[in-house]
């Protein structure tokens, strides 16, 4: 990936040598489509990518972990799926990652980088497992607690309506009693 070319207002311009140089891309918001670009891990000088919030699908590269000098990576709200590569916990650098709502599984890759994310970071993967997730994951490599159907999160709604709607009457009731 030696030379890219942009289109800007209609003039085209080329630039060459100078990818190596890139220090961030952030393309998120863009409805993006398609998979991650293997290619993109070849920018080994890149410090921060933003993917979020596109319509990206298919794995994550396997060579996102030879990214060493990666400080933040953002890949939420996509349609990732499959597991997380073991060589993501190897990225020292790595001080900013959010993975949240894709479609990702498996076990959180051993390691104290990735593991010592937030939960929040990984949340919205139903299938994902293992630290800093509170689900361990059993022998099969999937969460040991049985993952709730959509019936289930209807019943929560139902009894928050019931919240919800009662609390007016509750300030008003204890309003008057105060007053």
């Known amino acids: 990936m030696d030379t890219a070319t942009v289109v800007m207002k209609g003039l085209e311009y080329e630039y060459e040598n100078n990818l190596g140089l890139l220090a961030g891309i952030d393309l998120s918001s863009n409805k993006l489509s398609g998979g991650i670009p293997e290619e993109l891990t070849s920018l080994h000088c890149l410090r921060f990518l933003n993917l979020s919030h596109?319509?990206?699908?298919?794995?994550?590269p396997v060579k996102i972990g030879d990214m060493t000098p990666l400080q933040s990576l953002d890949l939420s709200i996509n349609g990732l799926s499959g597991v997380i590569p073991q060589g993501m916990a190897t990225m020292s650098f790595l001080s900013h990652l959010n993975l949240s709502y894709n479609n990702l599984s498996g076990e959180i890759p051993s390691g104290t980088q990735l593991r010592g994310f937030s939960p929040f970071n990984f949340i919205g993967n139903p299938e994902l497992c293992g630290a800093p997730l509170t689900d361990g994951c059993g022998?099969?490599?999937?969460?040991?607690?049985?993952?709730p159907d959509s019936d289930d999160a209807e019943d929560i709604w139902i009894d928050m309506k019931w919240f919800y709607l009662g609390t007016p009457s509750g300030f008003l009731i204890f309003g008057s009693w105060m007053g």
Do not use: A, C, M
């Not at 099969?140 to 993952?147: E, L, N, R, Y």
């Open 54 to 60: 596109n319509h990206l699908q298919g794995k994550i």
């Open 139 to 147: 022998e099969d490599g999937k969460p040991k607690s049985p993952i």
